[in-house]
């Protein structure tokens, strides 16, 4: 499984874009990206998942570029609400192995 | 949706007893569930990869008869922490792998919290 690195805090206001990067030099042509969400005492909420270029949903944006060597989580006009620990996480979902966890990037939304 | 369920959300047991969590998938099916054990500020990490209808797969240092998983139907894998101590004390969480699209996600359960006095 490739091994992430994550910053391990984040500082950011509220109504600001908040752009958390991960490294993945390792990646293997069969891993996926994805990213977690989670609150204390809570169990990790799906935020994204992408294999290559720029996905987006309701909750927020991620993009990889041509290499995946890296991956970016951009929260547009980040709340209070969106403090929490962002978890970025590659693995081949395809097959039968769990995603490992790294430290995460704590994230801490000022008002 | 992709819901997952984990129960109870908290215990409190006397060291040397046993505790059961269940996990459940409740809008999908799930041939493979993981177990993750979490302790204050650190990450999750995994115990074991539950398989519907087969024997769970252990990490390395978890110790399989202490740590009893039963994987019965494709929504529902239990773990049972046998003569618990204190240092089993953790939050729980269980994942479930929602299959059936090109890319299968894991989704994870709310945890447990698990106190042993």
């Known amino acids: 499984l490739a091994k992430t690195t994550q910053p391990i805090s984040m500082d950011s206001y509220e109504g600001q874009e908040v752009n958390i990067t991960c490294s993945h030099n390792?990646?293997?042509?069969?891993?996926?990206i994805t990213w977690y969400q989670q609150f204390p005492s809570q169990g990790p909420r799906f935020i994204i998942q992408?294999?290559?270029t720029k996905v987006t949903n309701e909750v927020a944006s991620l993009f990889i570029p041509a290499d995946r060597k890296s991956s970016t989580l951009s929260l547009p006009r980040v709340s209070l609400s969106d403090t929490a620990v962002y978890y970025c996480?590659?693995?081949?979902?395809?097959?039968?192995?769990?995603?490992?966890f790294g430290s995460g990037t704590r994230l801490q939304v000022q008002p | 949706g992709a819901v997952v369920s984990q129960h109870p959300s908290w215990v409190i047991c006397k060291s040397g007893t046993s505790v059961k969590i269940e996990c459940r998938s409740l809008?999908?099916?799930?041939?493979?569930m993981f177990w993750y054990r979490q302790f204050p500020k650190q990450s999750l990490m995994l115990m074991a990869t539950?398989?519907?209808?087969?024997?769970?797969?252990?990490e390395q240092g978890v110790e399989k008869d202490k740590f009893l998983i039963n994987h019965a139907s494709l929504t529902l894998s239990t773990l049972t922490v046998t003569s618990a101590h204190p240092e089993d004390s953790s939050f729980y969480i269980c994942?479930?792998?929602?299959?059936?699209?090109?890319?299968?996600?894991?989704?994870f359960g709310p945890g447990t919290r698990l106190l042993v006095l």
């Open positions: 994942s479930a792998r929602k299959t059936g699209t090109r890319q299968e996600t894991q989704y």
């Open positions: 390792n990646i293997a042509t069969n891993d996926y």
């Open positions: 992408g294999y290559k």
């Open positions: 996480l590659v693995g081949d979902t395809g097959g039968r192995r769990a995603l490992t």
């Open positions: 809008d999908f099916q799930a041939t493979t």
């Open positions: 539950s398989n519907e209808g087969s024997k769970a797969t252990y």
